[in-house]
């Protein structure tokens, strides 16, 4: 009966119910906060993530486009050092560039088929027969790289030569007052037929002044197409003496002065080098001829009178 009567206050007691309704209601909000913290936290997980991988694609795609910068900068540099080397050989074609890696691959691969069927004709075609082709075709794609660099030598030795006296007589035209541009175009088409490989250049250096009036740009091309350090310098001195308004025909007088001094000056140091240089031919060719005649007979007597004995 006690402990009926005290249930029976329990229930009855509206603080007993508000307890527990407090307890019943913070429960369900701290199950409810929960959750819901879990799920944002979840939601800054995924934000994170993308936010990371987005990161990391764009980090991707830059480096992507940066290799792929370089290797066309890269790119760029080489095809430029092959179209200077062609124009330094005298090639001044817009598709001189297209004809020569056309001409280094046709003859490489020629190379190699022949070299094949020949190995084939034999019946011994192996590795070993693979390899020497392959070597074959290498030796062979060499080829029109010494043949460009045979060709900017002799047309460097031309330029060189030509231009002390080519200067000369554009001081003469400068002079009696034309301007630089009517200047190069008669020396040019006076000196032609001698020296052809400097007037070429003149001639480009005219049509490049007449398509564009900057003359530093024109003076520029000249030197990157010869790559000669004489030309180089004549360049600078032209560029300077526009620059500060020095008289052409005295500056270009004092060049080629200098460089008649330094061609006088390389002269002299081949001939002083001439002297060590016929040391070991005249050793070989003088010297030891001169040798086995005198010595010759006195072994063939040596040898008779050795024989007598005996």
């Excluded at 297209?98 to 490489?108: D, G, P, Q, V």
């Excluded at 500060?244 to 005295?250: H, I, K, M, R, V």
């Amino acid at each position: 009966m006690e402990m009926g009567n005290a249930m029976s206050h329990i229930w009855s007691d509206p603080w007993w119910w508000f307890s527990l309704a407090l307890f019943i209601g913070g429960s369900i909000s701290a199950i409810f906060l929960s959750r819901k913290g879990l799920q944002q936290q979840r939601q800054q997980e995924r934000i994170t993530r993308y936010l990371n991988e987005d990161i990391h694609n764009k980090n991707k795609k830059q480096n992507q486009l940066f290799d792929k910068e370089n290797e066309n900068k890269w790119f760029a540099k080489e095809i430029e050092k092959i179209r200077n080397n062609l124009q330094a050989a005298g090639f001044y074609h817009t598709k001189a560039i297209r004809y020569f890696l056309l001409i280094k691959f046709s003859i490489a691969a020629v190379a190699f088929i022949s070299a094949g069927i020949f190995f084939l004709m034999n019946n011994n075609f192996d590795m070993k027969s693979f390899w020497m082709c392959a070597g074959i075709a290498f030796v062979i794609n060499i080829m029109p790289d010494n043949f460009l660099i045979y060709r900017k030598k002799k047309q460097t030795t031309g330029i060189i030569k030509a231009l002390p006296d080519s200067l000369e007589l554009l001081v003469i035209c400068l002079e009696s007052g034309a301007t630089l541009e009517r200047s190069l175009d008669m020396v040019s088409e006076q000196l032609d037929d001698i020296y052809p490989q400097l007037c070429r250049q003149w001639q480009l250096t005219v049509d490049h002044m007449k398509v564009n009036p900057d003359r530093q740009a024109a003076l520029h091309a000249l030197a990157n197409r010869t790559q000669i350090t004489e030309m180089t310098a004549l360049v600078t001195v032209l560029q300077q003496a526009e620059k500060f308004g020095s008289p052409l025909a005295q500056t270009l007088r004092n060049f080629s002065s200098e460089m008649r001094e330094l061609r006088k000056f390389s002269i002299e140091e081949r001939i002083g080098k001439l002297s060590s240089k016929i040391t070991l031919p005249m050793l070989v060719l003088v010297f030891m001829p001169l040798l086995v005649i005198i010595l010759a007979p006195q072994i063939s007597m040596l040898t008779m009178a050795l024989k007598g004995m005996q």
